[in-house]
């Protein structure tokens, strides 16, 4: 089993390296009323052509 104080240090380290990655995140203020309207959803038949995109990078 490890010292306390070097699972303390680990801990710290990983706390950075995540905090590192982690990306900002900013909550807008929007209420309920102002929000618009949910899309309605389009029913697709099951005979329409369908494509395929191929990206090579």
């Known amino acids: 089993m490890l010292p306390p104080f ?4 680990i801990r710290q380290r ?3 390296e ?3 990655y982690e990306q900002p995140q900013l909550e807008l203020p ?6 618009p309207p949910p899309l309605p ?7 329409g052509q ?3 995109f191929i990206l090579e990078l």
């Open 41 to 47: 959803r389009r029913e697709e038949s099951e005979d």
């Open 18 to 20: 995540k905090r590192q």
């Open 30 to 35: 929007i209420s309920p009323s102002s929000a």
């Open 6 to 9: 070097i699972i303390e240090q």
């Open 50 to 52: 369908r494509g395929v």
């Open 14 to 16: 990983e706390e950075r």
